[in-house]
């Protein structure tokens, strides 16, 4: 198995909304950063969004600020990534990845953990 599983991905009209969830079997996300990471035809890999679990810090990508939102279950073990008002231009492969390391969280190249990815499509 891949070291994390994302879940929730799937089609939607333009301004509907979806979550996606990151798992880690067998593991905690408490000692990790986690960030959400997507792919769009023909485009490069880009960041989207991040959270501590030990402090709840969380950043986004200006792209998706005021309609996204990143949170996490400690119960679950879950970490989420709710999609509000989506637009076309969302449309694209999404991965959930982890780190421990320090330093600029929004590079897919710190992140030692990854998962297979989800597709989201977004119609006009």
């Known amino acids: 198995q891949v070291p994390l599983v994302e879940s929730g991905g799937g089609s939607v009209q333009a301004g509907g909304s979806l979550r996606l969830s990151c798992t880690a079997p067998?593991?905690?996300?408490?000692?990790?950063?986690v960030g959400w990471f997507r792919q769009a035809p023909g485009k490069a890999r880009e960041f989207v969004a991040r959270?501590?679990?030990?402090?709840?810090?969380?950043y986004y990508a200006d792209s998706v600020k005021g309609r996204f939102a990143i949170s996490e279950d400690n119960a679950k073990m879950t970490v989420y990534l709710q999609m509000n008002s989506l637009k076309p231009e969302d449309t694209a492969v999404y991965y959930c990845?982890?780190?421990?390391?320090?330093?600029?969280?929004?590079?897919?190249?710190?992140?030692?953990?990854w998962g297979q990815g989800t597709q989201i499509t977004v119609s006009s």
């Open positions: 990845a982890a780190t421990t390391r320090g330093g600029p969280y929004y590079r897919g190249d710190q992140y030692d953990y």
């Open positions: 959270i501590s679990r030990t402090g709840g810090i969380t």
């Open positions: 067998g593991r905690t996300f408490s000692s990790y950063v």
